[in-house]
T-cell receptor, first 110, second 113 residues
Framework: QKEVEQDPGPLSVPEGAIVSLNCTYS??????FMWYRQYSRKGPELLMY????GNKEDGRFTAQVDKSSKYISLFIRDSQPSDSATYLC??????????FGPGTRLSVLP | KAGVTQTPRYLIKTRGQQVTLSCSPI?????VSWYQQTPGQGLQFLFE???????NKGNFPGRFSGRQFSNSRSEMNVSTLELGDSALYLC????????????FGQGTRLTVV
């Protein structure tokens, strides 16, 4: 079992839909959780950063962390074609390196 | 504020050669981490440097090495290149605190022929 699991997709949704992206993990010591967006042939861009459990909202993006279930989510409201990209979750223990999920490819169709 | 700069953006090397990649972190950041990204394996951690010292290391062979200079710029070297080393190499910059977020550069795409 991989440390971080993520549905690779591709996930196709119509413009304006609410998108839900998810990751599960096995290491209960993970405390820091991030979501990155990566366009083709570009480096990952940090979208959301969350410490421990709870919700965080930034514009159209909401990140949720449920440490009891070892499950994190990223919601995108009013999705746009420009949101089409690969979304990577990442997490880490205190003082350790990041562990990334394999990424979910998202296509938002106009 | 300038972002993370990686050079060169693209490289083509022959099997058996060696290569050096460079990363300049965000001004004020003291930690630089290196990752290898391939379609099959995703993003895999190579190593992290903080204040010129290697702080963490991933499970890569000794052919992969790095260093960090006093201005926090970092270089990564791969010796005796193999075809399987073809990948996007990414560096990430952070302030270096144990839980701080990381910001990536655009990467160096290395092709080994």
């Amino acid at each position: 079992q991989k440390e971080v699991e993520q549905d690779p997709g591709p996930l196709s949704v119509p413009e304006g839909a609410i998108v839900s992206l998810n990751c599960t993990y096995s290491n209960s010591a993970f405390q820091y959780f991030m979501w990155y967006r990566q366009y083709s042939r570009k480096g990952p861009e940090l979208l959301m950063y969350t410490y421990s459990s709870g919700n965080k909202e930034d514009g159209r993006f909401t990140a949720q962390v449920d440490k009891s279930s070892k499950y994190i989510s990223l919601f995108i409201r009013d999705s746009q074609p420009s949101d089409s990209a690969t979304y990577l979750c990442a997490m880490k223990e205190y003082g350790q390196n990041f562990v990334f999920g394999p990424g979910t490819r998202l296509s938002v169709l106009p | 504020k300038a972002g993370v700069t990686q050079t060169p953006r693209y490289l083509i090397k022959t099997r058996g050669q060696q290569v050096t990649l460079s990363c300049s972190p965000i001004s004020g950041h003291r930690s630089v981490s290196w990752y290898q990204q391939t379609p099959g394996q995703g993003l895999q951690f190579l190593f992290e440097y903080f204040s010129e010292t290697q702080r963490n290391k991933g499970n890569f062979p000794g052919r992969f090495s790095g260093r960090q200079f006093s201005n926090s710029r970092s270089e990564m070297n791969v010796s005796t290149l193999e075809l399987g080393d073809s990948a996007l190499y990414l560096c990430a910059s952070s302030s270096g605190g144990a839980g701080t977020e990381a910001f990536f550069g655009q990467g160096t795409r290395l092709t080994v022929v």
